[in-house]
């Protein structure tokens, strides 16, 4: 779906060295938005043809609102894509390809386990929602480089739903010192011999991190879904520019569109060497 | 006012209107099917293929440049097998003439392909690729020699009924002698242009973007050289061109057709509006209007008169 979506809020969010933003959007997106999947924004009101930046910007959907037909956007500003997207002011329209991809899927029971590191967390919230919403048990390992960006992204709204966090920092400001795989390597080892089946987890960060992931739950018999990240250049597998490496069930190599057949796919089909 | 009349005949071909869509930008036809019915458009070209399965570059294959994108894909493909089994009968349905594209590393491949698309498997024509720029030992080099591209323009057309258009390479000296070169070769029509080979280098990792090093420039930074060329080839060469490189609104659209182009090829700038092909269609329909044009084919090479 291609649509004009209203800016209603667009906002710093937290601390102002941490350069995040919210931007909640007006349109029918959220009316089938799911959570994991995506949007590619023209990062410039769309009345004025711009060629720099030339493509869209993927933005996982951080927030659905299909009750005030609303998208919730949480990005960083870190290049010049982002840089031009944080000018849009409230009441600009953007032009907003979307929801695209497949998002994650859920247990029809039993406990979920979200893992993120750094703003891989924003995909995960609606995931929570939806997840409580259907009477799982679900807690979050999240680490972050320290307290002021878990604090800027979002740890309150967390904290209001009431389920357990495990906080990682790499200096140790806040939670434990160290790397969110740590926590939940801990948990599983307690937990392991009632753990098992009835765990699911879905991991959202950096490529290393849900790799270290990927392998924890494999040792622990936990079945996880990794939500991908790679430079797009259609958003709806035209153009195989965002490939990612895969290993089928025969053992076989593929190549799968991380816009198209993911954002989100099996952690242990994902073949992470990036020579691939 | 009557309305202008947007049929588009060439080579052979007949295209309800002159708008296609590029190879390699749009998929095998029904990616952009929920942005863009498939029946407006002229028709589609279908992203390249190759006599055995490609599983392409590692990634990153995308950089973007000012308003440019260099991509390095290194035609990643199911191959003919898969093609004529999983996507023909899909591409049979589409509801809007499509176009084959193939791509070689030998004179055989090119032949081997060509043998398997003829006019019964429903196909409009057979765009072939002799100007990959991502693959080493690619069809790069049929591309810029112009006895090799003559060459394999003419083993493709000694074994297909299909009308056959050349995509020439802009990585060339002499785009003119290309061009005479695959009209010897006995080419029906022409595509320019494909895209100019480029780089860029992450200054933070001091290291290139892409890991295929080098990659192939489109979008509108190359338009001025696709225009350029169409005009010369257009003044010397007596054959149909479809223009491409770089369109993205129906006032490049139309320079494209005044510079001699009988067909315009929508490509990156699908990326950046998946509904540019209508938009241009419309916009190219408006301009005839106004000028009192009957068909869309009056504007080809109009620009040439003075």
Same mark, same amino acid.
Request: proline share 5%; charged share 15%.
């Given at each position: 779906?291609?649509?004009?979506?209203q800016?209603?809020?667009?906002?710093?969010?937290?601390?102002e060295?941490?350069?995040?933003?919210r931007?909640?959007?007006?349109?029918?997106?959220?009316?089938?938005?799911?959570a994991?999947?995506?949007?590619?924004?023209?990062?410039?009101? =769309?009345?004025?043809?711009?060629?720099?930046p030339?493509?869209?910007?993927?933005?996982?959907?951080?927030?659905?609102?299909?009750?005030?037909?609303?998208?919730?956007?949480?990005?960083?500003?870190?290049?010049?894509?982002?840089?031009?997207?944080?000018?849009?002011?409230?009441?600009?329209?953007l032009?907003?390809?979307?929801?695209?991809?497949?998002?994650?899927?859920?247990?029809?029971?039993?406990?979920?386990?979200?893992?993120?590191?750094?703003?891989?967390?924003?995909?995960?919230?609606?995931?929570?929602?939806r997840a409580l919403?259907?009477?799982?048990?679900?807690?979050?390992?999240?680490?972050?480089?320290?307290?002021?960006?878990?604090?800027?992204?979002g740890?309150?709204?967390?904290?209001?739903?009431?389920?357990?966090?495990?906080?990682?920092?790499?200096?140790?400001?806040?939670?434990?010192k160290?790397?969110?795989?740590?926590?939940?390597?801990?948990?599983?080892?307690?937990?392991?011999a009632? =753990?098992?089946?009835?765990?699911?987890?879905?991991?959202?960060g950096?490529?290393?991190?849900?790799?270290?992931?990927?392998?924890?739950?494999?040792?622990?018999?936990?079945?996880?879904?990794v939500?991908?990240?790679?430079?797009?250049?259609?958003?709806?597998?035209?153009?195989?520019?965002?490939?990612?490496?895969?290993i089928?069930?025969?053992?076989?190599l593929?190549?799968?569109?991380?816009?198209?057949?993911?954002?989100?796919?099996?952690?242990?089909?994902?073949v992470?060497d990036?020579?691939? | 006012?009557?309305?202008?009349?947007?049929?588009?005949q060439?080579?052979?071909?007949?295209?309800?209107n002159?708008?296609?869509?590029?190879?390699?930008?749009?998929?095998?036809?029904?990616?952009?099917?929920?942005?863009?019915?498939?029946?407006?458009?002229?028709?589609?070209t279908?992203?390249?293929?190759?006599?055995?399965?490609?599983?392409?570059?590692?990634?990153?294959?995308?950089?973007?440049?000012?308003?440019?994108l260099?991509?390095?894909v290194?035609?990643?493909?199911?191959?003919?097998?898969e093609?004529?089994?999983?996507?023909?009968?899909?591409?049979?349905k589409? *509801?809007?003439?499509?176009?084959?594209?193939?791509?070689?590393?030998?004179?055989?491949?090119?032949?081997?392909?060509?043998?398997?698309?003829?006019?019964?498997?429903?196909?409009?024509?057979?765009?072939?690729?002799?100007?990959?720029?991502?693959?080493?030992?690619?069809?790069?080099?049929?591309?810029?020699?112009?006895?090799?591209?003559?060459?394999?323009i003419?083993?493709?057309?000694?074994?297909?009924d299909?009308?056959?258009?050349?995509?020439?390479?802009?990585?060339?000296?002499?785009?003119?002698?290309m061009a005479?070169?695959?009209?010897?070769?006995?080419?029906?029509?022409?595509?320019?242009?494909?895209?100019?080979?480029?780089?860029?280098?992450?200054?933070?990792?001091?290291? *290139?973007?892409?890991?295929?090093?080098?990659?192939?420039?489109?979008?509108p930074?190359?338009?001025?050289?696709a225009v350029?060329?169409?005009?010369?080839?257009?003044q010397?060469?007596?054959?149909?061109?479809?223009?491409?490189?770089?369109?993205?609104?129906?006032?490049?659209?139309v320079?494209?057709?005044?510079?001699?182009?009988?067909?315009?090829?929508?490509?990156?700038g699908?990326?950046?509006?998946p509904q540019?092909?209508?938009?241009?269609?419309?916009?190219?329909?408006?301009?005839?209007?106004k000028?009192?044009?009957?068909?869309?084919?009056?504007?080809?090479?109009?620009?040439?008169?003075?």
């Open positions: 779906m291609l649509t004009e979506g800016v209603v809020v667009h906002e710093s969010l937290g601390d060295e941490q350069r995040l933003r931007l909640v959007l007006k349109g029918p997106i959220a009316r089938t938005a799911q994991g999947q995506f949007v590619a924004i023209q990062v410039q009101d =769309s009345s004025i043809s711009s060629f720099d030339l493509l869209r910007r993927p933005i996982s959907i951080a927030g659905i609102s299909s009750e005030r037909d609303e998208i919730t956007l949480l990005y960083r500003i870190q290049g010049r894509g982002t840089e031009i997207l944080a000018r849009a002011k409230c009441g600009d329209k032009s907003v390809m979307g929801p695209l991809g497949k998002g994650f899927s859920l247990p029809e029971k039993g406990e979920l386990w979200l893992v993120a590191g750094g703003i891989g967390i924003f995909p995960l919230y609606p995931l929570a929602h919403t259907q009477g799982l048990t679900v807690r979050l390992f999240w680490g972050g480089e320290n307290k002021s960006f878990l604090e800027s992204a740890l309150s709204s967390w904290k209001a739903l009431g389920i357990p966090l495990h906080l990682s920092t790499l200096d140790g400001s806040l939670g434990q160290g790397l969110v795989t740590g926590q939940a390597q801990e948990l599983l080892e307690k937990s392991s009632a =753990s098992g089946g009835h765990i699911r987890a879905a991991a959202c950096p490529k290393k991190m849900m790799q270290a992931v990927t392998e924890l739950c494999k040792n622990y018999k936990v079945s996880v879904e939500s991908l990240e790679e430079r797009m250049g259609c958003a709806v597998g035209a153009c195989l520019g965002c490939v990612c490496t895969l089928d069930e025969a053992g076989v593929i190549h799968k569109k991380v816009c198209q057949d993911g954002p989100v796919f099996r952690g242990e089909e994902v992470w990036e020579s691939c | 006012m009557s309305p202008v009349n947007l049929s588009t060439f080579a052979g071909i007949t295209l309800r002159p708008i296609l869509t590029c190879s390699g930008t749009y998929g095998f036809g029904e990616e952009y099917a929920a942005y863009c019915p498939p029946e407006a458009l002229g028709g589609i279908l992203k390249g293929i190759t006599p055995l399965p490609r599983l392409g570059n590692p990634v990153p294959r995308l950089a973007e440049t000012p308003a440019g260099l991509n390095a290194g035609l990643e493909n199911p191959g003919l097998e093609f004529l089994k999983s996507y023909l009968p899909k591409v049979q589409l *509801p809007t003439a499509a176009i084959a594209n193939i791509s070689g590393f030998s004179l055989e491949d090119y032949v081997l392909l060509a043998r398997a698309l003829q006019k019964d498997s429903g196909l409009a024509a057979l765009e072939v690729n002799i100007s990959c720029p991502n693959v080493k030992h690619g069809g790069m080099h049929f591309g810029t020699d112009p006895q090799s591209a003559q060459e394999v003419a083993a493709v057309k000694a074994e297909t299909l009308p056959v258009i050349a995509k020439l390479s802009p990585n060339v000296t002499d785009i003119v002698g005479r070169a695959v009209q010897l070769g006995g080419a029906d029509a022409l595509s320019l242009i494909n895209t100019l080979l480029g780089m860029h280098i992450d200054i933070n990792q001091q290291r *290139p973007v892409l890991a295929n090093t080098f990659g192939g420039l489109s979008g930074a190359i338009r001025p050289v350029r060329m169409v005009w010369q080839v257009f010397a060469v007596d054959l149909p061109i479809i223009g491409m490189g770089g369109i993205t609104t129906w006032q490049d659209a320079e494209f057709m005044l510079a001699g182009a009988t067909a315009v090829s929508i490509g990156t699908n990326f950046i509006n540019a092909p209508l938009e241009i269609l419309q916009g190219i329909q408006d301009y005839c209007e000028r009192g044009l009957a068909s869309v084919h009056d504007l080809v090479g109009l620009a040439h008169r003075a």
